[in-house]
């Protein structure tokens, strides 16, 4: 194989930038929309083979996933998820407790599939390239495959929750993962009724998206000139 080779058709056209797009704006996190129905293997599989070509410092592939379908594993998962939700509960006070816990936060139960997606720090030794000063980069790679995994299968038209409200050992001891290995997130993921138009929390009050103009600065942090042209195309 030459070393040297380039994609024989790099473009785009106007039609797959546009579901690149779509696929991103219209992605969500899902709750409580699952159907029982099962994702199919190839389905399945095609997911994960997007999930594990996501981008990784120094090409470690700090990754693993962790198939869940057995409906006792689960249960355990559900377990620290209930404790972990009942102590986030106690963090918010009044009216913001009462609005917390009226949200539905996960799906382990009702989703058919799950996946751990962990981070094997030691993958690839002691020193990496590209980790040299920022240690957490295998980190940041693995939220990628994530993200890959997360855009595939709503490209799928399977819809995917990330339940971080855990308690990370207990998940560990449910599925066997090793100390040493950081556990990344717990994905729900399951063909749903509907997408909803917006994000949950937003739907529900919880939080609204920013605008963009408020996050994006020139130069220097929040450093914004009213006449950066860019400011025009950041509605």
């Known amino acids: 194989m030459d070393p040297h080779a380039v994609q024989a058709d790099p473009a785009f056209s106007d039609a797959e930038r546009d579901a690149v797009y779509r696929c991103i704006f219209s992605r969500r996190d899902v709750r409580g929309q699952f159907l029982p129905d099962p994702v199919p293997d190839a389905v399945l599989a095609r997911i994960l083979r997007a999930a594990h070509h996501a981008p990784s410092v120094g090409f470690m592939q700090p990754w693993d996933f962790v198939v869940v379908t057995d409906a006792g594993v689960k249960r355990r998962v559900h ?12 963090l918010f006070e009044g009216e913001r407790q009462a609005a917390y816990r009226a949200l539905k936060l996960e799906g382990i139960l009702d989703a058919p599939v799950g996946i751990a997606v962990t981070c094997d720090r030691q993958r690839a030794g002691p020193v990496v390239l590209g980790r040299t000063h920022m240690p957490d980069m295998d ?6 495959a994530v993200q890959n995994l997360w855009l595939a299968a709503r490209a799928e038209g399977v819809g995917l ?16 993962i090793p100390a040493e290995v950081e556990l990344i997130g717990y994905l729900c993921l399951g ?12 739907t529900a009050g919880w939080r609204s998206r920013l605008p963009l103009r408020d996050v ?19 509605e």
């Open 191 to 202: 063909y749903v009724r509907a997408f909803l138009e917006k994000p949950e929390l937003e």
């Open 216 to 234: 994006v600065s020139f130069n220097r942090w929040r450093a914004r000139n009213g006449d950066e042209p860019l400011l025009d195309h950041l």
């Open 79 to 90: 377990d620290a998820f209930r404790a972990a939700n009942a102590e986030a509960a106690d």
């Open 161 to 176: 929750g990330w339940v971080s409200i855990l308690r990370p050992d207990e998940v560990r001891a449910a599925l066997g």
């Open 139 to 144: 980190l940041f790679s693995a939220v990628c």
